[in-house]
């Protein structure tokens, strides 16, 4: 089949293929002697392994690894179940952020009134933060303070904070 085909069967489209080849994730594909790519079942099956990799939201670094450990068939289980864990607990660490900055946000939104007063608690939570990244840090001079500050975590910012 052609890339096109490929990447109908497979889920993962056509300038992924290309993609995933030129890393070197997947290995080129056979080409007809006018050049086209040709794909066979065996291409789709690791196409679709790709493509349920990338769904968990593993990296390409990750899917490599995975592809390495499920063609050794003499690797141990622990060694994918390793990666899947830590894989795990990243996603888990990154929706405890996403939570929190929901909270604060939900937190934010709920004292703003909303109405024609110019006050609200949203623009000021952003300004503070605003002006608390724009300070030099401690045994900096001015000129040596980030240009553009650092994000501080949801878990730690000020009014609406995750405590």
Known sequence: MNIGQAAEASGVSAKMIRYYEGTGLIPEAARSEAGYRH????????????????????????????????????RASADVKRLALDHLAALERKAAELQAMSRSLRDLAERCHGDDRPDCPIVEDLAEASALTARPARGRSASAAPRFGRERSPVTRGRGAVR
């Open 39 to 74: 794909y066979g079942e065996a291409d789709v099956h690791v196409l679709r392994f790709v493509r349920r990799a990338r769904d968990l939201g593993f990296t390409v670094e990750q899917i490599g690894a995975l592809l390495a450990l499920w063609r050794d068939r003499g």
